[in-house]
């Protein structure tokens, strides 16, 4: 299984549909909590159709964005949202929509990923890259 973000190019008026039947069919769901209109849907549909063991949020790097996007977006998971922004950045669920921060393993994403990946239960083995802590993507490595 290829690790990648798909991409389909749908008229307006189908997107949502083709959303839902990717979110049906996917093994993990990531979402960057950021702030594009359409995500409040988007979280919505990954509640309604997608086991809370396989979604991931990836939060934001400031506090105060994090603050944003839980005051916009709590509400729509089932036990709400930390207050606080998780310092690996990653958030994961129990069975119960219950959120815990995925701690960062010698920042190393391949070690910090593989409890998500186990609970996943899939054999996706992500490439080691070195997390940077500041993030500057031009600093991200393989290693």
Known sequence: MDL????????????????????????????????????????DQVVLLVPPQRVIVMCSYTDDEYKSFVQAHSRRFPLGLPRRRPTSRLMVFD?????????????????????????????VRPHKLRIVPDGNRDDIKEV
């Open 4 to 43: 990648g973000a798909a991409k389909k190019y749908v008229a307006n008026d189908q997107w949502q549909e083709v959303i839902r039947l990717w979110l049906e069919e996917c093994a993990a769901v990531v979402l960057d909590a950021g702030g594009s209109a359409a995500l409040g849907w988007e979280i």
């Open 95 to 123: 069975s119960a929509w219950r959120a815990r921060e995925l701690a960062n393993i010698n920042q190393n994403a391949s070690e910090t990923l593989a409890p998500f990946f186990a609970q996943v239960g899939t054999n």
